[in-house]
């Protein structure tokens, strides 16, 4: 299974980016696509994730409203519609799989990207 992730960039404060996750390798039904980030000096922590099988969203509450995950199954593709960015959402973000219901927990994804870096100017 590989994961690319890419659309990374610098933006000012309340600009938008999108993050786009290609999956090969394998069919992901039943699997959970997610987005982790990770700050410097902090823990990789959930942003959002996608059911492959059904589409369903679910978002960290930082994100809420702001971020939008959706899913190409043709493509094999996640993508992840940053709106409104902030200085803190500055990070490495990271795709992931795996094969669980339990979308917000980080050790349930077997599967990685490389990061994506998305730095946001204040």
């Known amino acids: 299974v590989q994961l690319q992730a890419s659309g990374g960039g610098l933006v000012q404060a309340g600009g938008s980016l999108r993050l786009s996750c290609a999956a090969s390798g394998r069919t992901f039904s039943g699997y959970a696509m997610g987005w982790f980030r990770q700050a410097p000096g902090k823990e990789r922590e959930f942003v959002s994730a996608i059911s492959w099988s059904d589409g369903r969203p679910y978002y960290a509450d930082s994100v809420q409203g702001r971020f939008t995950i959706s899913r190409d199954s043709p493509k094999n593709t996640v993508y992840l519609q940053m709106n409104s960015l902030k200085p803190e959402d500055t990070a490495a973000y990271y795709c992931?799989?795996?094969?669980?219901?339990?979308?917000?927990?980080?050790?349930?994804?077997?599967?990685w990207g490389q990061g994506t870096q998305v730095t946001v100017s204040s």
């Open positions: 992931a799989a795996g094969h669980t219901d339990y979308y917000y927990t980080i050790n349930e994804y077997d599967y």
